[in-house]
């Protein structure tokens, strides 16, 4: 079985300075990580994925996240916060050798204060 | 180019009715997912197509809910009998020859 797990409801941030939202998955196998951003009334939006090589990704946005094993963790990063970051943030995740959908976190609620 | 589309953006229903769902996919996508979002259970995987495969139906919460995709494009989600505990967003996803799924601005369903 597949799980992710988004520790914090909810993350507050003042504009212009780094946040981070935190992902853990577990998978069985290798795992596929992405995070996709939702705001109010809309669809789920790519931010970026993690397939394979470098372990620290860039995205839409000025967004990256580094993928580390030992920790099994892909938090999200963002160096200077935006008061339109402000947001809903799900991480997910699918087994490499499993089926294809993925396995969504409870989400983040980020809110940056300008 | 256009993106996943849903239809309708917002529906209304009255319990024990059916209801009927429809998600365009990125034009070449040969993958298809519906997914649920509620307050109480987050987003869900209920559906997945695949080209002309079977499709996978492990996520479908009860005999209630059906789906189809035909002529490997247009797919439409079916409640029959519609409860109150089935009011939630319903997202559809479509995807091409990456990992990357691409979602619609979903239905939201609302059951009185």
């Known amino acids: 079985a597949q799980s992710v797990a988004q520790p914090e409801d909810q993350v507050n941030v003042a504009e212009g300075n780094p946040l981070t939202v935190k992902c853990t998955y577990s998978?069985?196998?290798?795992?596929?990580l992405f995070w996709y951003v939702q705001y109010p009334n809309r669809g789920l939006q790519f931010l970026l994925k993690?397939?394979?090589?470098?372990?620290l990704v860039k995205g839409s946005y000025g967004f990256e996240a580094e993928f580390n094993k030992s920790q099994t963790s892909f938090h999200l990063k963002k160096p200077s916060a935006l008061v339109s970051d402000s947001a809903l943030y799900f991480c997910a995740v699918r087994d490499k050798g499993a089926a294809r959908q993925l396995t969504f976190g409870s989400g983040t609620q980020l809110t940056v204060l300008p | 180019g256009a993106g996943v589309s849903q239809s309708p953006s917002n529906k209304v229903t009255e319990k024990g009715k059916d209801v009927e769902l429809r998600c365009d996919p990125i034009?070449?996508?040969?993958?298809l997912y519906w997914y649920r979002q509620s307050l109480g259970q987050g987003l869900e995987f209920l559906i997945y197509?695949?080209?002309?495969?079977?499709?996978?139906k492990s996520g479908l919460p009860s005999d209630r809910f059906s789906a189809e995709r035909t002529g490997g494009s247009v797919s439409t989600l079916t409640i029959q009998r519609t409860q109150q505990e089935d009011s939630a967003v319903y997202l559809c996803?479509?995807?091409?020859?990456?990992?990357?799924?691409?979602f619609g601005p979903g239905t939201r369903l609302l059951v009185l």
């Open positions: 996803a479509s995807g091409g020859a990456g990992e990357t799924q691409y």
């Open positions: 998978v069985s196998g290798n795992p596929y």
């Open positions: 993690y397939i394979t090589g470098d372990n």
């Open positions: 197509f695949q080209g002309n495969s079977a499709p996978d």
């Open positions: 034009s070449g996508h040969t993958a």
